[in-house]
């Protein structure tokens, strides 16, 4: 018997389209996949919007396609969140063009998979310099205009960390200091008006993440109790609740969107021949072991 397929939700069923006219949204990691989907969603209920990545021909395309696809207002602004001063231009660009910032979404991340004892230093920092320290660098760079617009942030984290999910050294460490740094800024920055929270996407389908670090033939609604995998849609609308104004007395929480799949998670490599024998697992996924 197959399950219930919970349906895609569609923003403009439940939230207003003007909903957020006349604010601005800086995000960063929104040239493709989960970001892309949020800013094009809140781009079509008003905001306009700066990207910023590192990609600077293939963040141009998407503000253009996100520009055509909601009516609404984008820039493109190439920067590496592991430095600040790239960030600073591009927040001084976004103040430029749109004279202030409302929301800010911390989702620039990198990811791949790797055992411990095949993560080298630079590998492991590499990966805590884009995910954490981008985050705090994206915060300072951008903080003192939410205080100005009493604004919100928004940063893009996972569940893997929950519990110790072999491969993910790196990335958990990251992740779980991102959800750390996200409270504290809600702690401190409360008291000014600035919100803090954090979103925790499970598996979502046609991501990079899902193509490049699951193995080939995983039927992850096996593992999800809500019958499907994620869409881009789902994480979008939860992103436009956290920024409106009916979470305005919401700061310093992780919502987990994943259709209730960390609590039942397996790993989705053979667990433990992957790690015993890293040859037998070799090719199943489109990633390096
Ligand atoms: N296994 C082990 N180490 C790896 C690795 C893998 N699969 N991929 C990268 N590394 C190591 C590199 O070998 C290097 O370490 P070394 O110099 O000791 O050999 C270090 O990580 C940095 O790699 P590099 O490619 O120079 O860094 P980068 O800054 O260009 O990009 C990432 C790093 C993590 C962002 C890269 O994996 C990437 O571009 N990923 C695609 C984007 C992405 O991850 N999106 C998120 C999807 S969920």
């Known amino acids: 018997m197959s399950s219930y397929k919970i349906p895609v939700p569609n923003s403009?069923?439940?939230?207003r389209d003007d909903l957020f006219k006349g604010k601005v949204l800086f995000c960063t990691g929104g040239r493709s996949g989960i970001c892309?989907?949020?800013?094009?969603?809140?781009?079509?209920?008003g905001v306009d919007a700066a990207i910023?990545?590192?990609?600077?021909?293939?963040?141009?395309e998407s503000?253009?396609?996100?520009?055509?696809?909601?009516?609404?207002k984008c820039i493109a602004t190439s920067a590496d969140v592991r430095d600040p001063e790239q960030l600073g231009k591009a927040v001084k660009e976004t103040i430029d063009k749109f004279g202030k910032i409302d929301y800010v979404i911390c989702g620039a991340a990198g990811n791949f998979l790797a055992p411990i004892d095949n993560l080298s230093p630079r590998a492991f920092k590499t990966v805590i310099d884009i995910d954490l320290l981008g985050t705090y660098n994206t915060i300072k760079a951008t903080i003192p205009h939410l205080r100005q617009s009493h604004g919100a942030y928004l940063h893009i984290s996972a569940t893997l960390h929950y519990r110790g999910l072999p491969y993910q050294a790196h990335v958990s460490a990251a992740k779980a200091g991102v959800?750390?740094?996200?409270?504290v800024l809600a702690a401190e920055e409360g008291p000014r008006g600035v919100r803090s929270n954090v979103l925790a996407p499970g598996p979502i389908g046609n991501t990079e993440g899902m193509s490049r670090l699951t193995p080939k033939g995983w039927k992850p609604e096996?593992?999800?109790?809500?019958?499907?995998?994620?869409?881009?849609s789902d994480i979008a609308n939860a992103a436009v609740f956290l920024?409106?104004?009916?979470?305005?007395?919401?700061?310093?929480?992780?919502?987990?969107?994943?259709g209730g799949e960390h609590h039942i998670r397996q790993m989705s490599l053979p667990y433990p021949q992957s790690l015993l024998d890293p040859d037998s697992v070799k090719g199943i996924i489109k990633g390096k072991l």
């Open 12 to 15: 403009k069923h439940t939230f």
């Open 36 to 45: 892309y989907k949020i800013v094009e969603t809140m781009m079509s209920h």
């Open 52 to 60: 910023v990545g590192r990609d600077a021909k293939g963040l141009l």
């Open 63 to 72: 503000a253009q396609s996100l520009e055509r696809s909601t009516g609404s």
């Open 179 to 183: 959800d750390a740094l996200s409270n």
């Open 222 to 232: 096996n593992d999800i109790p809500l019958g499907r995998i994620g869409d881009t």
């Open 243 to 258: 920024f409106s104004p009916a979470a305005s007395w919401i700061t310093g929480t992780v919502t987990v969107v994943d």
